[in-house]
């Protein structure tokens, strides 16, 4: 059965810094790009960040570069999403997505299997 389960989330102050991590099962992890994407309240979901299927390619929205790192440990079936200097409008729901293809997209209909989700909250 294919999953992708986030962890890592919580609340910290702005300035702060957590460590997201996906892992993934039920499929060849190493074939695909994951990306990450976030949903704060009332608004659409937001891609934040992505990967290729080899690591060699990362992509990051205008908001978060600088500040967040993705990275993927293929043998561990493993993304994860460092971010520093988080800001109270980082502030989301963020969820790890299997992109259908081995190259990054920005499009969220483009990613086929989500996981449920890790909740970070920044407190100003």
């Known amino acids: 059965q294919l999953q992708l389960v986030e962890s890592g989330g919580g609340l910290v102050h702005a300035g702060g810094s957590l460590r997201l991590s996906c892992a993934a099962s039920?499929?060849?992890?190493?074939?695909?790009?994951i990306g990450w994407f976030r949903q704060a309240p009332g608004k659409g979901r937001e891609g934040s960040s992505c990967i290729s299927s080899s690591g060699s390619t990362t992509k990051y929205v205008d908001s978060v570069k600088g500040r967040f790192t993705i990275s993927r440990d293929n043998a561990k079936n493993t993304v994860f999403l460092q971010m520093n200097g988080l800001k109270p409008e980082d502030t989301a729901m963020y969820y790890c997505?299997?992109?259908?293809?081995?190259?990054?997209?920005?499009?969220?209909?483009?990613?086929?299997?989500w996981g449920q989700g890790t909740q970070v909250t920044v407190s100003s």
């Open positions: 997505a299997r992109r259908n293809q081995a190259y990054c997209s920005s499009q969220y209909v483009n990613y086929d299997y």
């Open positions: 039920g499929f060849t992890f190493g074939y695909y790009a």
